[in-house]
């Protein structure tokens, strides 16, 4: 099992400002995943972040809006850059193996604000 | 990407046992059945999987259908806190071993 920290756990931010998201994992994990939950609506891919590579994007997601970084296997950040109020969001890290035939485990989230 | 289809809504009293049906009907060889919840204000939490044969665990009981595309949770007794949005996810290295959510059941349990 994975415990995940995720902080914050809310904020409310200005628009144009950014802000940058952490995922703390309590043991050495393979994949590390961000997903973005938008009101009402289920989780979608922002990207996958492996150590030692760059972060994959999904389609409709870029690096200059949600870089990410992975400097070790226990902990990721993403930034949410140059804010809009369509960014307000719950935002959640989640960690994987390389398998289909394992659990995944997800932080609590992170509830954004822009106003 | 192999893709599920739930029900947006479902209903059941306490303490009565719940089935929530889930169709897969592209689903591969070695797609893994993923089941999730997520409770108000949380992170999702895993709740059972399998491939082909029917799974038991202290959560819940899924079964299988023999050729794989469909697939059903079943919640023994439901209490007031199984009330959550239940997701049924393939989980294949197609995706890099990332979960693509749908949108899921929302299980309504009612006294």
């Known amino acids: 099992s994975a415990v995940i920290s995720q902080k914050p756990s809310r904020d409310i931010c200005q628009r144009g400002t950014s802000l940058t998201i952490q995922c703390q994992v309590d043991?050495?994990?393979?994949?590390m995943f961000w997903y973005r939950q938008q009101p009402g609506q289920s989780l979608t891919l922002i990207a996958t972040?492996?150590?030692?590579?760059?972060?994959?994007?999904e389609s409709g997601f870029v690096i200059d809006k949600f870089p990410i970084s992975r400097p070790n296997l226990t902990f990721s950040t993403l930034t949410v850059s140059n804010m809009s109020p369509e960014d307000s969001s719950i935002y959640l890290c989640?960690?994987?193996?390389?398998?289909?035939?394992?659990?995944?485990?997800f932080g609590q989230g992170t509830r954004l604000t822009v106003v | 990407d192999a893709k599920t289809t739930q029900p947006n809504s479902m209903e059941s009293n306490e303490e009565e046992p719940v089935h929530l049906p889930c169709n897969h009907s592209?689903?591969?060889?070695?797609?893994?059945i993923h089941w999730y919840r997520q409770l108000p204000s949380q992170g999702p939490e895993y709740v059972i999987h399998?491939?082909?044969s029917n799974v038991n665990n202290r959560m819940a009981s899924l079964a299988i259908a023999e050729d794989r595309k469909s697939s059903t949770l079943i919640l023994h007794r439901a209490t007031l806190r199984d009330a959550a949005v239940y997701y049924c996810i393939l989980k294949t290295s197609n995706s890099g071993y990332a979960l693509n959510f749908g949108k899921g059941t929302s299980l309504l349990v009612t006294p």
């Open positions: 989640s960690v994987d193996t390389l398998t289909e035939n394992t659990e995944a485990f």
């Open positions: 399998g491939l082909t």
């Open positions: 972040a492996n150590q030692g590579s760059e972060a994959t994007y």
């Open positions: 592209t689903i591969s060889g070695t797609d893994y």
């Open positions: 043991s050495q994990v393979t994949m």
